[in-house]
Nanobody
Framework: QVQLVESGGGLVQPGGSLRLSCAASRIIFGIYALNWYRQAPGKQRELVAAITSGGSTNYTDSVKGRFTISRDNAKNTVYLQMNSLKPEDTAVYYC?????????????WGQGTQVTVSS
């Protein structure tokens, strides 16, 4: 079965950096659009960053200029480099892979990794 496994979360001080990784298995990684979502306590899950199969990226306004999404198709891994972290970035971060065909939508999620920004 398909697996997405996140790593790299943790506790960091405001202004610090973290790099999240998400390793995928049992999918044709290169054709999927890849996304990072986050969910803070009491809030809805929100899309933070996205990268298409062609490498185009998009970010939610609150992280533009601070976060960078990238993918390494040879390693079946997507990354989220997070710089200048703020307390409001505290959330569980989820990796997501999507591929839509004419007949079916493929949508896979990781288990999430906690990011806590606090002094």
């Amino acid at each position: 079965q398909v697996q997405l496994v996140e790593s790299g979360g943790g506790l960091v001080q405001p202004g610090g950096s973290l790099r999240l990784s998400c390793a995928a298995s049992r999918i044709i990684f290169g054709i999927y659009a890849l996304n990072w979502y986050r969910q803070a306590p009491g809030k809805q899950r929100e899309l933070v960053a996205a990268i298409t199969s062609g490498g185009s990226t998009n970010y939610t306004d609150s992280v533009k200029g601070r976060f960078t999404i990238s993918r390494d198709n040879a390693k079946n891994t997507v990354y989220l480099q997070m710089n200048s972290l703020k307390p409001e970035d505290t959330a569980v971060y989820y990796c997501n892979a999507k591929w839509t065909t004419a007949l079916r939508k493929y949508d896979y999620w990781g288990q999430g990794t906690q990011v806590t920004v606090s002094s």
